[in-house]
């Protein structure tokens, strides 16, 4: 086969350009840190990282969800503890005026006390955290508690949250558990009631300076104390059940990235190392390009 100086040129300016292009899939890799830069530079690995990115992204989405459950959870317990501390000192107080040294007067500065840690209470039952009512179910835009108290209705629907791939957790307290209780009356006869009425029948009582009323209501105030208590221990269980969920949640979040990390991303000291080789390999191909592109007869002619 005849092999012309045209043909060496040609040859000579393609493997040219093919240097050229090398250089710049080096050049872009190190400037992006990444293998490649549009998905037909290598479909495997465009692939694995939309997976990968996806798994990633979901990953940050549960753990947002977990900051949501922490949100909720923090404050109700917070606001738990207040009423907490408000009925014990409720029952405090039902100790002093059960003592018999106690005169009307002195009760009714007790009822006075009594009156006011009452609304302290509703204004717990009623806390508002981002724009949400905490302790009315899923009716989170409506206050537990209304102007008019009277036939109270609580909404029992758990506010469920997906803190992971199939697991949800309740973020709210039922307030019947906490709102709600039950005591037996003279005849021996459970009789359903809320702590509101029984806070109201404490402070009739001290109206009335009734004593066996007030006994009767210390009883009730344990009951409803107790029922705080308990709905606190239910909390604290789902609190650390969630503490564990997020632990979780951060080991995937660092897997799933480090396996986008060694999908992607590139090795700097090899990309390096290749980028030098071909700038030695180009400086080399021009320099013996100079010598096989000489001057022809047409160059003369012109």
Do not use: C
């Amino acid at each position: 086969m005849r092999v012309t100086q045209g043909m060496l040129s040609n040859n000579t300016l393609r493997n040219l350009s093919n240097s050229y292009s090398n250089l710049g899939k080096y050049m872009d890799q190190l400037s992006t840190g990444k293998k490649i830069n549009r998905p037909s530079d290598d479909p495997v690995v465009a692939m694995n990282g939309m997976n990968y990115r996806s798994q990633t992204n979901e990953v940050k989405q549960y753990l947002r969800n977990t900051n949501e459950v922490h949100n909720w959870m923090d404050n109700s317990d917070a606001a738990l503890d207040k009423a907490s501390q408000a009925l014990q000192r409720i029952r405090e107080l039902a100790v002093q005026a059960s003592n018999g040294t106690y005169d009307a007067e002195e009760r009714q500065n007790i009822k006075e006390e009594v009156a006011q840690l009452k609304e302290h209470i509703i204004d717990i039952a009623n806390t508002k955290v981002n724009d949400k009512y905490l302790f009315n179910g899923t009716k989170t835009d409506e206050p537990l508690i209304g102007e008019n108290e009277e036939g109270i209705a609580f909404d029992h629907s758990p506010v469920m949250i997906e803190v992971a791939n199939g697991t949800k957790l309740q973020a709210n307290v039922d307030p019947a558990s906490i709102f709600n209780s039950t005591f037996v009356d003279e005849d021996g006869n459970e009789v359903a009631s809320n702590l509101f009425d029984d806070i109201d029948q404490f402070i009739k009582a001290l109206e009335d300076d009734d004593q066996n009323s007030i006994q009767t209501s210390m009883a009730r105030i344990d009951d409803n104390i107790n029922n705080v208590i308990n709905a606190r221990a239910d909390l604290g269980a789902r609190m650390n059940r969630l503490d564990l969920v997020e632990n979780r949640l951060q080991q995937q979040e660092i897997v799933a990235t480090q396996m986008m990390s060694k999908n992607e991303d590139i090795d700097y000291e090899k990309v390096i190392t290749e980028l030098i080789t071909q700038e030695s390999v180009h400086r080399a191909a021009l320099s013996a390009g100079s010598k096989i592109i000489q001057p022809t007869l047409l160059d003369f002619l012109r």
